[in-house]
């Protein structure tokens, strides 16, 4: 049977032992140990803040959901580079003594992890800059989806059939970005629509006014408009101009109901809506004998 007293004695001697040394820092199973603990305490508690700012503090001053987004994420950075030089001070580890490690870090960047820097440095743009930010409705190599999320190395987006999309932070840094809603989230669509040469252009146009400002999703400010584009080769044609923000994740669908308002008004109206046509003439040679 072991005593307490020698219990207490083998932990303290197993607590001691050196595994190598840190320039003249010893690294005992104790440093070990308390590095484990304290580096899961710090990105517990950083991860905590950030929830804490997004989901308590900002929402009382009415913060824009991507600056709330982006402030905590910086906040939750800066507490994890103070965390990290406050446990290596207080473990006894001599920061001098990880010099060597930063350098041989410095050769891996060099040659293995220039695209981990290259989209960490970009998150941190991102996060600064804001040209992009969490909620926004966004365009980037024929992607359209929603940012949901906004990390240290790529950016997701949710697309609108629900798949998530990782997409590396250096893409929206190195190419163009299309951000339907950097301003603010009103946007217009443009809905072509064609009639036929017999119809009268001022009452087409009166209708699909109608139309639009009839639809729930259609701002009233600013006013839909029509266009009179030009006389195709078939058609009259013209361009429905209508400006939304409840849409503006699923733009498809108010052309949608649009179309299929213009299409029951236009029967109604007895308003042609006519299809390409071609005419085909034959000519007939005769062949000489």
Known sequence: MYSLDSLL???????SIELFKLGASPFTIRTFILLVVS????????GKVKRLLNKRVFPRYNVDVGVSESISTIVRYLILIVGV????QTTGIDLSALGLLV???GVGIGFGLQNVTNNFISGIIILFERPIKVGDRIEVEGLTGNIVD???RATTIITNDNIAVIVPNSDFINKQVINWSHNNRDIRL???IGVSY???????????LGIAKAHPGVLETPAPNVRFEEFGDSSLKFLLQVWTSEY???PSILKSDVYFEVFKVFKVNNIEIPFPQRDIHIKETKVQN
Request: hydrophobic residues 60%; aromatic residues 16%; glycine residues 2%.
């Open 103 to 105: 350098g041989a870090l």
């Open 39 to 46: 580096f899961f305490l710090l990105f517990f508690l950083s």
């Open 248 to 250: 503006i994740d699923r």
């Open 198 to 208: 017999k119809e009268d252009p001022q009452i087409v146009a009166k209708l699909l």
């Open 150 to 152: 906004i990390s240290a």
């Open 85 to 88: 030089i406050i446990i290596f």
């Open 190 to 192: 443009n809905i072509p």
């Open 9 to 15: 004695e083998w932990i303290k001697e197993t607590w």
